[in-house]
């Protein structure tokens, strides 16, 4: 399913943990691994400091070699890098689209360390962007094993979701993993100031079934069987505490919502899960 995937990299131990999970992956499944490091450049810092770029490039070329020799030794796999200059999420959205790569594989945290900063920058920007699914890592890789036997999947009805809840579906019926799929019913009254009734709890949870009633439909057009869930509350916070409760081993979310709109779920529902959330998270185009 996925056959040629790219990992953007840099020395953080958050970048070797999703290199390794994806290496997991195409050794139990095949496919090629294509490393990719993006080297910035900033004209007026060079211009006074110009032997600053050729150490900031031979800094990637060292990194990429480093994880070439672990990837190879370890999984016995042989891979591709590339390392280049500009802005790393325009590198790395920019070399998935020439090399038709299925999926981009990241980590939350980089170099600097900080994950709003991060998230605010190369991670949000990769995904917003990214012509096919990423899957991010936020651990330093203890157990990534690259398997997923229990999948939560949020669903909300979108057609975003609809292709997340397929691509999940592909999954199981490759690895037979356990699918879970989660709506959230949002607390409206927070969002429009209006108190609810217990006519308006009925409709909504009437909504949330038809919801679910269609997950339940596409699952079996792929002869999958799936588990559905119906909470109420913020998004966000459903999705982490479900997946804490069955102790899911990766989330899959669209990086659209009913709201339709890619930079404002990355403000707020799929940006909060990927900051909160323990396990991988695999976001579907």
């Known amino acids: 399913m996925y ?6 990299i840099d020395d953080s131990e958050f970048s070797r943990a999703s290199v390794i999970e994806v290496a997991n992956w195409i050794k139990r499944h095949g496919g090629k691994l294509i490393l ?4 910035f450049v900033d004209e007026e810092e060079f211009g006074y400091v110009p032997k600053q770029y050729e150490k900031r490039l031979e800094l990637g070329r060292k990194i990429c070699s480093k994880t070439e020799d672990m990837v190879l030794s370890e999984f016995g796999i042989e891979v591709k ?35 709003r900063i991060f998230m605010g920058s190369v991670t949000s920007s990769v995904i917003v962007n990214s012509p096919c699914d990423v899957l991010v890592v936020k651990k330093p890789c203890i157990k990534c094993t690259g398997i997923y036997p229990s999948i939560l999947l949020t669903f909300d009805g979108s057609e975003f ?15 037979g993993n356990e699918i879970t799929v989660l709506y959230v019913i949002p607390r409206y009254e927070e969002m429009i100031d209006f108190f609810k009734t217990e006519s308006i709890k009925k ?8 919801i679910m009633d269609t997950a339940k439909e596409i699952a079996s057009g792929h002869g999958v069987s799936i588990k559905t869930k119906i909470d109420e509350g913020h998004v ?5 505490e479900t997946s804490i409760k069955l102790k899911s081993d990766l989330i899959i979310m669209s990086t659209h919502g009913w709201r339709g709109f890619n930079k404002a779920i990355m403000g707020s529902t799929t940006e909060r899960v990927l900051i ?3 396990w991988p998270i695999l976001v579907v185009r």
Do not use: F, W, Y
């Open 236 to 240: 966000s916070d459903e999705i982490v």
């Open 3 to 8: 056959k040629t995937i790219l990992a953007g």
């Open 81 to 115: 890098a590339m390392v280049r200059e500009g802005e790393p999420p325009e590198v790395i959205t920019n070399i998935a689209h020439e090399q038709n790569a299925d999926m981009i594989a990241m980590g939350t945290h980089g170099r600097r360390g900080l994950k």
């Open 161 to 175: 979701s609809k292709n997340a809840l397929n691509r999940a579906c592909q999954l199981s019926k490759t690895d």
């Open 276 to 278: 909160d959330a323990p």
């Open 36 to 39: 990719v490091h993006g080297v």
């Open 203 to 210: 409709s909504l949870l009437k909504e949330a079934q038809k």
